[in-house]
């Protein structure tokens, strides 16, 4: 197990992970779409995007579920997590303020292993949810 | 598009690929989801926090069928037909939106850099559903990674596309 990982006996229901925090640039999508091969003009071009009645270009969902990833493993330790489930609730815009909100929701035990269960979100600075989900982890124990 | 056409989806093939993870893609697409952990960098820092290897994040299962499908390695009985296209074409061809609904990983273990793994996709759900006026659309595919070298489950990806028009 990693060093740095997340020890059963001191995780409890209604914990919270160290929240992440992003302000969303188009940058970013450009990044995005060439790390993910997601070329979808909506994502990246401006022109065609208010040519189809879209405010401005807006985020690719993977993305929001992408940043939401990242706070989780740092939570849980990379290579821990189980399972990882979202809905795309919102769209994402530029300049937008991207916050993680991930909640302990219970532990259990299952086939020797310790497991957390997290409530996973992504809201913006409004509170408006982009990104609802759930996700398990395993734990590591003292004992 | 009736309730039939679509339940006759169910059990179709997306496609069957194989794919290679690259530690430079794997890089690159950490730094896209603004990660700067260095277990994505450094396989010294991934020893350290007890990996294998340098580890994939955990939304990069959805987009290495990008990247790492070379044509040498593709299994020569890869169906032809893509379920999910023959249903969606049609769709599209009308107009209308295509929205990613929901996403779900299931993880066996870590997807490290070297890794070969095979992919299966098949349709799980295809339904209607008439919302405010439009007509929506669901299909839900769900592809089954496994170790190429050893046959082992290594992560299942169920993605829901929503057309709605």
Redesign the interface.
Known sequence: MAPGTLYVEDVAEGDEAPVRSHVLTRTDLVAYAGASGDYNPMHHDEVIATASGQPSVFGHGMFSMGLLGSALTDYVGVGNVRRFQVRFAKQTWPSEKLETKIVVTGTRNEAGEHLVDLDVRLHNADGEEKVVGQATAVLASRS | MSQSVLSEIIGQPTGKSVVTVERG?LA??A?????A?P??RDPRAAT????AGI?A???YP??ME??GVFPELQPSDAPTGNAMVSVLGPLMAKGGLI?????????HR?IFAGDVLEGEGKVVDAYQKESKGKTMTFVVVETVWTDQATGDPVCTS?MNIIHRI
């Open positions: 893609h690159t697409f730094g896209a989801v603004k990660d952990s277990v994505y350290e926090a007890g990996l580890p994040p955990p939304t959805f987009v990008n990247f929205l990613h609904g929901e996403q779900e990983f299931t993880y870590p169920r």
